[in-house]
């Protein structure tokens, strides 16, 4: 195995474990918190797009993956942005 098939592999495995802790939780609260919302309503295209957001951003977010503190800070933040809500 050479470097590259390494870190191609933590990669696509952090990618995984962001989408499973970050996006799926959300959309989850968001499904609880209305869902007529259109982000619940196409959460499979808002899914794509975060997890392409997610495999170029991986480096940046790492923290935000494994620090509860800051999954919990991240989703408060998150949810209504993504919600579009234009008071939050």
Same mark, same amino acid.
């Given at each position: 195995? /050479?470097?590259?098939? +390494?870190?191609?592999?933590?990669?696509?495995?952090?990618? =995984?474990?962001?989408? *499973?802790?970050?996006? @799926?939780?959300?959309?989850?609260?968001? !499904?609880? +918190? /209305?869902?007529?919302?259109?982000? *619940?309503? *196409?959460?499979?295209?808002? !899914?794509?797009?975060?997890?392409?957001? $997610?495999? @170029? =951003? $991986?480096?940046? $977010? @790492? &923290? @935000?993956? $494994?620090?509860?503190? &800051?999954?919990?800070?991240?989703?408060?933040?998150?949810?209504?942005?993504?919600?579009? /809500?234009? /008071?939050?």
């Amino acid at each position: 195995m /050479d470097a590259l098939t +390494i870190v191609a592999a933590f990669w696509i495995a952090g990618v =995984c474990l962001g989408v *499973y802790n970050l996006y @799926v939780p959300a959309i989850q609260i968001i !499904g609880k +918190i /209305d869902s007529n919302n259109v982000a *619940y309503r *196409y959460a499979w295209a808002g !899914g794509i797009v975060f997890t392409i957001f $997610l495999g @170029v =951003c $991986l480096p940046l $977010l @790492v &923290h @935000v993956i $494994l620090i509860n503190k &800051h999954q919990d800070r991240f989703l408060r933040t998150f949810i209504p942005a993504y919600m579009g /809500d234009k /008071d939050a």
